[in-house]
């Protein structure tokens, strides 16, 4: 079986961009991979926290994935900050990369821009942090969006370049970009992504949210002054992403979608969408308030998957550390 890593942030609540994204794929992966799921807690720190809201979210992260259908008997799943070879590998790759390569990252230019008060190091060397995430579990697929292909390719090239110049190491993977995963966009700035930490709590949909706040936040959605659901990314944004939610959750084609709401105005169109989404969610909801709520099986849970993780990343670790010229006794 190939192995697949994977990460996400507990910056905010999962969004239903992150599901239809992301972790509906995930579910679907682990029936056909060995898969390796990781809340990347220490990424988050690149923006500030709260600490208290850092230390909750993680939490609701993790049991958030297992209601989303994250099977721990199927999948290893575990929280980064729990495996201290993320950051001492990083460390050691950091000193493999090139200021210029990190200069070139878009993400760290749009990051940069949002969050012009704190343009720390992390942000600076987070392609690192991710590449050593990667490398530890000698991945051969990581399923990510197409907004992560830049850092993918940063880490295969620095795979490359420690096996050329040790002798072969890490296993150099490979982006998987699965032809349905949606990119969903914000509900009121359709030409940006949905994102968990926008400022903007209108332009999200979390995947723990009251229905009624869901049907509110789809009906208050922008769209256009035409009345015609149709597809068409550049000049209707707002109907082609609700359209595009609608089809990731009913697999209806757009063309079908069309036809559908063929003479039927936006409103209607809108409570379907929210339906859909509300009938998505219930089951995730019901299994995320049982679970949280058994702290005691989430936590062993957590230590488990962080014990099973640890033992992975430091064989690679070790590795790393030796050929490198750290001295380590035998
Ligand atoms: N809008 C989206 N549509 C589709 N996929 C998305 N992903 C994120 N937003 C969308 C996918 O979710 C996975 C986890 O993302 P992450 O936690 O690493 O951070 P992100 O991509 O930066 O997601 P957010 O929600 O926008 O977080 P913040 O606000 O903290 O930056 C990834 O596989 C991503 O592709």
Not at 129 to 147: E, F, H, K, N, S
Not at 163 to 182: D, R
């Amino acid at each position: 079986k190939k192995r697949i890593f994977s990460g996400i942030q507990p910056s905010g609540y999962f969004t239903l961009g992150n599901y239809l994204g992301a972790l509906k794929n995930w579910v679907t992966l682990q029936n056909d991979y060995d898969c390796i799921f990781c809340v990347v807690d220490l990424h988050a720190l690149t923006v500030r926290q709260e600490p208290k809201h850092l230390r909750k979210r993680t939490y609701d992260s993790f049991v958030q994935l297992l209601a989303c259908g994250i099977d721990p008997q199927k999948a290893l799943l575990f929280i980064q900050s729990y495996v201290s070879a993320h950051t001492e590998l990083a460390w050691i790759l950091d000193c493999y990369t090139y200021m210029g390569e990190l200069n070139r990252m878009t993400q760290f230019k749009d990051k940069a821009e949002k969050h012009s008060d704190n343009i720390n190091a992390g942000l600076f060397t987070y392609p690192s942090l991710m590449a050593a995430d990667i490398l530890l579990y000698q991945t051969d697929l990581v399923p990510v969006g197409d907004d992560q292909k830049q850092h993918i390719e940063l880490t295969r090239d620095l795979a490359n370049r420690f096996n050329n110049t040790y002798s072969p190491t890490f296993m150099v993977p490979e982006g998987y970009y699965p032809k349905t995963g949606a990119r969903i966009m914000s509900l009121q700035e359709p030409e940006k992504k949905m994102s968990k930490s926008d400022e903007n709590e209108n332009g999200f949909i979390m995947l723990l949210e009251e229905p009624s706040m869901i049907m509110k936040k789809i009906k208050r959605a922008v769209t256009d002054s035409e009345n015609e659901v149709r597809y068409d990314r550049e000049n209707k944004a707002g109907i082609s992403n609700l359209m595009e939610i609608y089809s990731s959750l009913t697999e209806k084609s757009f063309e079908e979608i069309e036809n559908e709401f063929k003479g039927i105005g936006y409103g209607e169109f809108k409570i379907a969408v929210g339906e859909a989404v509300i009938k998505e969610l219930d089951p995730i909801q019901k299994r995320f308030k049982e679970l949280s709520s058994d702290k005691a099986y989430v936590e062993k849970l957590i230590q488990e998957g962080a014990q099973k993780a640890e033992a992975l990343a430091y064989k690679t670790l070790r590795k790393v550390k030796k050929k490198i010229g750290l001295y380590q006794v035998k």
